[in-house]
């Protein structure tokens, strides 16, 4: 839609066309209630977006879903996104060769390469095991009301070496939660852990994006209008660039943090900077839909993924896509960093790559430092709303569930006004 067809009012404007965004419009549409959405870029997803580069689809930074996540199997079609899932567990690099450090419970034959491998002790590795059994069988509500501290402090009073903290959870979980120094919260820390014991890592087949590309294809009756960047809003309307306002009986800021504390003056959100550099290439570097884990700890890249492994969508046909992650880094020449990191594994081969894209992601996630406390209020009074992973985890997750209990609230209050 262009601008000339943009409204003078609306029961509700929605700010943001990311999953939470899109999980608002869905939900309200549930409820029966009217809404306008709002996009300030080219097109729906945020930070779920993917791109299409010379028959290659390059995620907007490497990501990845957790088929645990409850939130998606309420608001998405599961089979049609016909998931492509990672092996458990990851192959660990270090001094030249890769390690399976799988999942035996779910993966037996990865048992004998997982208790030999060279990231700590066997008591480390019974640790991981005891930990595993515990956070599986804990009620998720109980693991984010439970005692806080970062997440290496944690490690550290369970007992785990440094050894096992360098080589397995500082590229692990630091790259999940863009955060290699591990400050993050224990509480997300239990809740990544749980999440990974009792699902798939996977991916869509044609990519991330179509998450997000589905959710706004379901919705039937709201009006979405790109290119639609929004200046400011107050109780009961919000002003576009252009000068354009539009009354509205609710507001809902479903934006990444930064921009949702300009708009609504609430207080700032720290960000988790990310990068990523996409290279392709005609031959893997290693075999199997593994995450690759850098084992020795020096970084910048702490997971690397071939992407076309996972699902061969993702690049053309005799064509490997080849993603590097650099958590918590956005700037520099990440392009050459990456390079002479992989080189340093898999040799002078890298340097026939081809450079397809780099993504510096300087808001990726929220910070999550302790104390943490998520579920945060969606509603700030007089009809002003704020969602998105920021009022609630750093995940696809937090952001779908923040979306359906923000809808939930503004239906309540469009009923009120009526």
């Excluded at 048992?111 to 640790?127: V, Y």
């Excluded at 790109?226 to 109780?235: D, E, F, Y």
Aim: glycine share 10%; hydrophobic share 40%.
């Amino acid at each position: 839609m262009t601008a000339e067809t943009l409204p003078s009012s609306a029961d509700v404007v929605i700010v943001g066309a990311g999953l939470a965004g899109l999980t608002v419009a869905r939900v309200l549409e549930q409820h029966g209630i009217s809404a306008v959405l709002l996009e300030a870029s080219d097109g729906v997803g945020g930070r779920v977006r993917s791109d299409e580069v010379d028959g290659f689809i390059l995620d907007r930074g490497f990501q990845v879903m957790l088929t645990a996540y409850p939130e998606i199997h309420r608001h998405l079609d599961i089979p049609a996104l016909d998931f492509r899932a990672f092996e458990p567990g990851a192959l660990v690099w270090r001094e030249g060769k890769g390690t399976v450090v799988g999942d035996p419970f779910r993966r037996p034959m990865t048992l004998k390469s997982t208790t030999f491998a060279p990231i700590g002790t066997w008591a480390d590795k019974a640790r991981i095991a005891l930990l595993r059994a515990k956070v599986k069988s804990a009620d998720p509500q109980a693991l984010l009301r439970g005692d806080d501290v970062d997440t290496l402090t944690a490690l550290r009073a369970s007992g785990f070496s440094s050894t096992m903290i360098d080589r397995f959870f500082r590229p692990l979980v630091g790259g999940i939660q863009l955060d290699p120094q591990l400050r993050s919260s224990r509480r997300m820390f239990d809740i990544i852990f749980r999440t990974l014991a009792t699902g798939d890592s996977v991916v869509p087949a044609k990519g991330m994006g179509e998450i997000t590309q589905q959710l706004a294809a379901s919705l039937r009756t709201t009006p979405l209008f790109l290119n639609t960047p929004v200046a400011s809003t107050t109780p009961g309307s919000v002003t576009l660039s252009n000068g354009h306002t539009i009354v509205a009986k609710a507001v809902v800021v479903a934006t990444e943090g930064p921009i949702a504390s300009q708009l609504l003056g609430i207080p700032a959100v720290g960000s988790r900077s990310a990068g990523c550099v996409y290279f392709a290439a005609p031959t893997a570097p290693i075999d199997g839909a593994y995450v690759v884990l850098d084992g020795e700890g020096k970084g910048p890249v702490y997971n690397v993924a071939v992407m076309s492994h996972v699902s061969p969508f993702y690049a053309p046909h005799g064509q490997h896509l080849i993603a590097a992650a650099l958590p918590g880094l956005a700037d520099g020449d990440l392009e050459a960093a990456a390079r002479r990191q992989l080189r340093s594994w898999w040799g002078p081969t890298v340097d026939s790559w081809r450079h397809l894209r780099t993504y510096r992601i300087p808001h990726g996630q929220p910070n999550q430092d302790p104390p943490f406390n998520p579920r945060q209020r969606v509603s700030l009074g007089d009809g002003l709303f704020v969602c998105g992973d920021h009022r609630d985890t750093g995940s696809i997750q937090g952001a779908m569930f923040s979306g359906r209990r923000c809808a939930e609230e503004v239906s309540e209050w469009v009923r009120l006004q009526s």
